[in-house]
């Protein structure tokens, strides 16, 4: 069935946070832990006030050199970003994501973070790998068949 509103597509799924005075290291920890592309940045009152993605951390501390241990989230986040109410449709969501290009939006009630999507959250599931999609094939590829 296909989630009618934001609440739905959310609902069940685990919310990951980061302080903006936690480090961009920990930051990165629990992404990469929880496997995911982006982190709500919430106040002590658990109020959003950025997020943070992997693109920040690669622009904004990787390539200009400041350690993870040391730089805050605070310091490469994207501050103020958009978010959407539980009761919006998903449509508008994929819409606000795809203007803006970004891959990442919170959903947000009273100010707190209810959960986070993902641009992927939008993609059908896919029952053949990458490889056989590509090559037209609906089974797995055979064995002795070169990849590339």
């Known amino acids: 069935m296909k989630p009618s509103t934001m609440a739905d597509m959310i609902a069940g799924k685990r919310v990951h946070k980061t302080s903006p005075e936690d480090s ?50 605070k310091q490469v986040m994207t501050p103020n970003p958009q978010w959407l109410a539980p009761d919006a449709k998903p449509d508008e969501a994929y819409q606000i994501m795809s203007k803006g290009k970004f891959r990442h939006l919170p959903i947000c009630e009273d100010g707190q973070v209810l959960g986070i999507v993902s641009i992927r959250d939008f993609i059908p599931p896919q029952g053949n790998s990458i490889v056989d999609r590509l090559r037209g094939k609906s089974g797995k590829a055979k064995a002795s068949t070169r990849l590339f």
Do not use: F, H, K, W
Not at 25 to 41: E, K, W, Y
Not at 53 to 73: A, G, K, M
């Open 24 to 73: 961009v290291r920990t930051a990165c920890i629990i992404m990469t832990s929880a496997n995911i592309g982006a982190l709500p940045v919430v106040d002590d009152e658990g109020v959003l006030v950025g997020i943070l993605s992997e693109r920040d951390v690669i622009q904004r501390s990787i390539i200009v050199y400041r350690p993870s241990t040391t730089t805050l989230v």
